[in-house]
């Protein structure tokens, strides 16, 4: 669950500067399901995703003292997460792996049919050129403005926009035929 605001994580982060365990993890959990998500959609599977979300961890964590608070805590750790993924992504082809159904659900077989799409759009994110899944998964899985991304990865806010079209439309080419 994240922050429930800007001063509210401001005063986690400084607690956490100073080495105060419930405020690392208040932080932590604050922002771990959106950093599985976003490492999830740049790796692809479940084992590198959840490598990429500890390693952003212990890196943010372990530079606390370098976050100066130009822009918001989660933008910061976007952008190590982005930046543990590309070191993460691997060519080789990805490991199917299985999905856990919920006791709850009310019909398993269309809960694992909605599962196991979900897990294939991301492969198929995962799938397509760094850049273009930097920013699928930055604007459309998190949610980020154009000046946050633009923060994220370095470049101008202009550039998104038609940059993002363009990936865009690579997902929707490699979406065809998906049921």
């Not at 599985?36 to 964590?61: C, I, P, S």
């Not at 608070?69 to 299985?98: D, H, K, Q």
């Amino acid at each position: 669950m994240p922050c429930a605001d800007g001063a509210e994580e401001a005063r986690l982060v400084a607690e956490a500067k100073t080495g105060n365990p419930a405020a690392l993890a208040a932080l932590y959990e604050g922002h771990r399901d959106r950093v599985y998500d976003l490492a999830f959609a740049l790796t692809g599977n479940h084992e590198d995703a959840e490598d990429v979300r500890q390693m952003t961890f212990v890196r943010a964590f372990l530079g606390l003292g370098k976050f100066r608070g130009e822009s918001a805590f989660r933008t910061w750790l976007v952008r190590i997460c982005v930046n543990t993924g590309r070191s993460a992504r691997r060519p080789a082809v990805r490991r199917a792996e299985p999905v856990a159904l919920q006791q709850d659900c009310v019909d398993p077989g269309a809960e694992a049919h909605r599962r196991l799409r979900a897990e294939e759009i991301r492969r198929r994110i995962a799938s397509l050129p760094r850049w273009a899944a930097e920013l699928i998964a930055l604007c459309d899985l998190q949610g980020l403005s154009y000046r946050e991304i633009a923060g994220v990865l370095g470049c101008s806010c202009g550039g998104i926009g038609p940059r993002l079209h363009r990936a865009r439309r690579m997902l929707k080419e490699r979406l065809e035929g998906l049921a």
